[in-house]
Each structure stands twice: as structure tokens, then as C-alpha cells.
């Protein structure tokens, strides 16, 4: 069986690797089973404190495989159980208390939104391209894509980029807040922003993302509920001891050399 979806862990990172550049990364039913593992292995790992999702060749995902769809024999039911199964793989990600920092280039379209937008930092490349084109083969939004695109770029717009052929370039795609930043090199920007976590207080950014990504889902009471019991769990932990002992070190010696 050929292996589509990769995981690398190494010095606290999971890299998950979509490795189908013939096809440009379109999703068939056995890759899309191949992801599902690859961000449930990543994400229930206790030793990983970053996870980095890039993609082979010259695009990030070219959404749903519409050739292996074509084939004589598949169903609405078989579709259904695949997009099932994919969306276990982006849960897990999305509902992770890790943070997910993934790097797009060339086209992202159809599905492909949604398997990029379930990472908490998008770095594009300058050729990105994205756009909808589920109705250009009669289909619908999946795999998270009418929510997660509507949460990073708003209703309207995400209309506009389901609704008509629009597509975003890279100077779009950060303006609307799709991906936080370009990049020369997205690969090795991402790779930069994942070390940087993996390094750094990695349960505080992880709680923080998991703050955030919950707080769509629930009245204000419970989300402040919810921060103020993360920040003293927070406070005891000997990662933030030892950072806010080495601030105020630090602020003493500014104020002792003025």
C-alpha cells in the first residue's frame, strides 16, 4: 500500500507530510484513512508539542479526488463514510491541545480548505492559490470547510469564495486572515513557527489554542469559567514558574540600572 500521508516526530514535533504530488494531493479513500492515523497518532502522542503539516510537490491539496469518484461503482455512501473518516482526522487536530502550524503552497482547493484551516497558522507561499470549486463538479462543502472557513474569513467572503470562481493569491489569502503570513520558503517558516513552539511554553500555546478554538461552541460564562481555571492550572506548572521568576529577575535588573 502506498504510503500518502507521512509522520515524522522528532525533538517534540510531529510532521505529517500529505505525499501525493501526482495527483497534487487530492484525497482518494485510502489516503483519506492514511490522514485520520496520522493526526490521531500525532495529537494522542504525550511527547508531541508542536505538529507541522506540509505538503510534496507543487500544490498543498487539490481537495477530494474527483477521477477515483468517477470510477463506476462508488456511492453517496461510500463518500459520506470517507469524509467521515477524514473528519476524525482534522477533530483531532483541531480539538488538540496542540498547536498546528502547516504550510501551503500552489492550489488549495475543495476539501483541501478545510484540511488546511484545521491548523491554528497558515503560512502561504506566493504562489497560493485557493478556491472553492465544489460546484464546478455538483458537490458540497465538506470536511469542515463551511465552518472553519467561515471562522478565519467571515461569512460573506466565505460565500463569495464557495458561491462564484474567485480564487485568493497569497496577498488575498493573508488580508482576509486565511493564512497569518507569506513566505519565500513556507516549508521552512512553518518549520521555524513549530520549533519555536516545541521549544517554548508548549501547554500554554496548546491550552491557549484549545481556549480559542472552544469558544465558538459555548455561551461567554463558560469561557471565562473555562480561563480562569486553564491560567491557575497554568500558574503551577513549573513552565510558567520558571518564566515568570526569570520576568521578574529580569524587570528588577531594568529598574536597578536606571
Known sequence: MAQHVQLDRRDGIAHITLARPERLNAVDFEMGTQYRE??????????????LITAEGPA??????????????????????????????????VGSEVPVVAAARGAVAGGGIGLLLAADYVVAGHDLRVAGRYADVGLTPDLGVSTLLTRAIGERRALEL??????LDAQTAVAWGFAAESADNPDARALEVARAWASGASTA?????????????RDFATSLDDEAHSIGAAFDRDEAQQRIQAFAAASAARAAAR
Open 60 to 93: 498543498f491539496c487539490a481537495g477530494g479526488d474527483v477521477l477515483m469518484m468517477a470510477g463506476a461503482g462508488f456511492t453517496g455512501a461510500d463518500v459520506t463514510s470517507s469524509a467521515q473518516v477524514i473528519n476524525e482526522g482534522i477533530v483531532a487536530l
Open 162 to 167: 464557495l458561491l462564484t470562481p474567485r480564487e
Open 38 to 51: 496520522a493526526c490521531v497518532a500525532a495529537t494522542s502522542d504525550p511527547t508531541t508539542r508542536a505538529v
Open 205 to 217: 500555546f496548546g491550552r491557549a489554542k484549545r481556549l480559542v478554538r472552544a469558544s465558538a461552541q
